[in-house]
């Protein structure tokens, strides 16, 4: 079986999408209880990284 185009660029860029979700996160959770404000910027950067993933736009993702 032949494996399919451009995994090696979609595998990088899934890589990229959780090291962000990870990076807002472990922002975040240190100010759970002292800054909201942060913690909800986390959040909207988390939901805009998901939007991009959800969307699905693989052809942008890999050019």
Sequence with gaps: MQQAP????L???FKE????LQKAV???MPH?????KIVD???ADCKEILD?????NVKE???
């Design 6 to 9: 451009n995994t090696e660029a």
């Design 11 to 13: 595998d990088q860029q």
């Design 17 to 20: 999408f959780i090291q962000a």
């Design 26 to 28: 472990g922002t975040a």
């Design 32 to 36: 759970l209880k002292d800054n909201p």
């Design 41 to 43: 910027q986390a959040i």
């Design 52 to 56: 991009v993933v959800l969307e699905g």
């Design 61 to 63: 993702w890999v050019s």
